[in-house]
C-alpha cells in the first residue's frame, strides 16, 4: 500500500497578480505526495476559481479519495476507476496522477517523459512571461524591475478598459518586441475584438504575435466570425475543455494553449497536445501561478509544443522547490 498526503502552501506573490475577472497578492496551492517501495512522487493543485475550484474542496475530495480506498492505487488503472467513482476537480486529478506518475517512473528507472512515451525535453525551452494587468504608468517600471527585456515572449493580461494603454506603454519601452495579448474572456463580441486589434496593431512598435481567448467560450459563433477575419493568430485557452471538440475549435482558433492543471493529468494533456498538432493547430504549453512542482512537469513534455508559456513559479516570492531554473529566459531543469 501506498502513502498519499496533501498538504497546503500559501505562496506569497512578487507582485499583485491582475487579470480581468479577479486580483490577487497569494494563492494557495496544494502538494500532492505519494510513497511506497523507497520511491516517491509529487504533484502539485492551483486550483482555479473559473472552474469553482478551492483549496478547501480540494481537501474534501482528497479526504473522501482517502476514505474510499486511494491508499490501494498503485496504477494509473486503478486510479482511474477510483475516480470514475470518486470525481474531483481536475486540479486535484493532475496532482494525484502527477504525483503517481513520478512514483511508477522512480520504481522503472526512468524519467517521466521517458515513462510517457513522449519525446524528451530540450536542454533549455524558452518560456513567455506575463505582465499582470496594472496602471500603464506603472509598465515602465514593472518592465525594468523584472529585467522583461530577456524573455522573447512577453504575455500581457488585458481588459477592455485599459488594454490598449498597456499595450502601448510596453511598446514604448520595449518596440519591435513579440506579444501575446491574453483577454481572459474579457470582450464580449467579435466586433469589439475586432476594433481593439484594429487599434493595437496600429500603435508604434507594437508587434503583436498572438491574441489569446479574447471572448468567453460559449460565444462560439463570434469566435467562427473573428477568426478569419483576425490580423493575428487566435489562441484558445477556456475554450478546451476534457470533452473538446477539436474539429469545432480549429473553426474558431489558429491554437491551443493546453494546461496540464485544466487538462487534469499528463494523459490527457499529452492527447490534447497531439490533438491540436493532427487539427493544423499551433500547440502551445501553458500554466497557472504555480511552483516549480507543476512546472517541473509540464517540463517533461514541453517537447509537444512549440510555444511555452510556464512562468508561474517566477511570480512566486521566494519559491521553495527549486526544481526549475530560469536563465535568459530560458528554463531548464537542473541536473
Known sequence: MLTWTLTTHELHLRYVWKISRNASSTK??????VSGGGQSGT????????YNETPE??????????????????????????????????ALSFALESALVQWLAACAGQPVWQWLGVPPPARTVPTAFSLPIMEPGAVAGFLQEQNAARFQLLKIKVNQAEGLE??????????????????????????????????????PGVH?????????????????YLRPRSTVPLLADESVTDTADFAEIARQFHGVNVKLMKAGGFRRGVELLRRTNAHGLLPMLGCMVETTVGIEAAMQISALADVHDLDG????????????G??????????
Open 28 to 33: 494557495t496551492n496544494l502538494l500532492l505526495r
Open 208 to 224: 503583436l504575435r498572438f491574441l489569446e481567448q479574447p471572448m468567453p467560450a460559449a460565444l462560439a459563433e463570434d469566435y467562427r
Open 43 to 50: 504533484g502539485e493543485a492551483a486550483p482555479n476559481v473559473r
Open 57 to 90: 474542496l480540494l481537501k474534501q475530495q482528497f479526504d473522501a479519495l482517502q476514505a474510499n480506498g486511494l491508499t490501494a492505487v498503485t496504477s494509473l488503472v486503478e486510479l482511474d476507476e477510483l475516480l470514475a467513482t470518486q470525481p474531483v476537480a481536475h
Open 326 to 335: 530560469e536563465e535568459a529566459g530560458q528554463l531548464f531543469l537542473p541536473a
Open 313 to 324: 513559479f517566477l511570480i512566486v516570492k521566494d519559491e521553495p522547490f527549486g526544481l526549475v
Open 166 to 203: 498597456l499595450i502601448r506603454e510596453v511598446a514604448r519601452v520595449l518596440p519591435g518586441h513579440g506579444l501575446l495579448v491574453d483577454g481572459n474572456e474579457t470582450w464580449t463580441n467579435a466586433d469589439g475584438v475586432l476594433g481593439f486589434l484594429e487599434n493595437a496593431t496600429a500603435l
